[in-house]
């Protein structure tokens, strides 16, 4: 039987993204205030959403998963630190459950799949073919919610 493919996007979903600017000095976040995304280096200290790191280990026994993620545009480290993220938090070895299965895009509903779990509908996951299941929503607040549904 072939596993049903599950995309996962990053922050606010599995990263808690406000935990990284928080760490920023206050100077750098006043300088990058409503672009936060663009501080340098601020995907590296990201910390996880509350249950995240449990529930994906456990979702990736049920399904084909990947992380489907956008990256600043205006902020190159953002690309190479969400990958040190998957690495430290998810694993880099062969056999673990992130091991090559990160797309940086900001076109996700080019990828075929039958769900995307994501905190927004922007960059392709309002298009997205399967479905949308909003983490963060009435319906799926939280990682606990999200795998009652799924598993």
Excluded: C
Excluded at 107 to 131: P, Q, T, V
């Amino acid at each position: 039987m072939t596993q049903q493919i599950l995309y996962i996007d990053m922050d606010g979903v599995l990263v808690d993204f406000m935990s990284g600017v928080e760490k920023m000095p206050a100077d750098v976040r006043t300088r990058y205030a409503g672009r936060e995304d663009e501080i340098p280096g601020v995907f590296a200290v990201m910390d996880p959403m509350p249950g995240a790191v449990a529930a994906h280990r456990q979702l990736s026994e049920h399904y084909d998963t990947y992380l489907l993620s956008t990256a600043s545009w205006h902020n190159p480290s953002a690309w190479s630190d969400k990958l040190a993220w998957v690495h430290r938090h998810l694993g880099e070895a062969p056999g673990t459950p992130a091991h090559k299965r990160l797309i940086l895009t900001h076109n996700k509903h080019l990828h075929l799949g039958d769900y995307l779990i994501d905190d927004r509908d922007k960059n392709g996951a309002d298009r997205f073919g399967g479905e949308l299941i909003r983490f963060g929503s009435n319906d799926y607040p939280d990682w606990d919610a999200v795998l009652a549904y799924l598993l």
